[in-house]
């Protein structure tokens, strides 16, 4: 099972967004503890959905700037000419 690492100040903004969204949302209070539950939960469960997503979208980026430089090189080349010399 791939297991998300968030610093330490990151998680802790994240905890504080989950609460700030089941109060403005839901008009309910949480923890810490029951926020950061939440956030462990959907890390397991989305957050391999995201990732997936993320190293998709660098495949399709690295593949466009590859063939962008192809064609960059290819327009590089000098022509050759043959000349008959006899």
């Known amino acids: 099972m ?6 330490k100040e990151e998680r ?3 905890v ?3 609460q700030g969204y ?4 839901r008009g309910e ?4 503890l029951a926020a950061g539950l939440m956030l462990d939960f ?3 469960e989305a957050g391999p959905y995201a990732y997936n997503k993320g190293v998709k979208d660098a495949k399709k980026l690295l593949q466009d700037k590859m063939m962008n430089m192809e064609e960059d090189l290819d327009a590089l080349k000098k022509p050759i000419h043959l000349h008959d010399r006899y």
């Open 2 to 7: 791939m297991v998300i690492e968030i610093p």
């Open 42 to 44: 959907f890390l397991k």
């Open 16 to 18: 504080k967004n989950i």
């Open 22 to 25: 089941f109060m403005d949302e």
């Open 29 to 32: 209070e949480i923890g810490d």
């Open 12 to 14: 802790e903004q994240l």
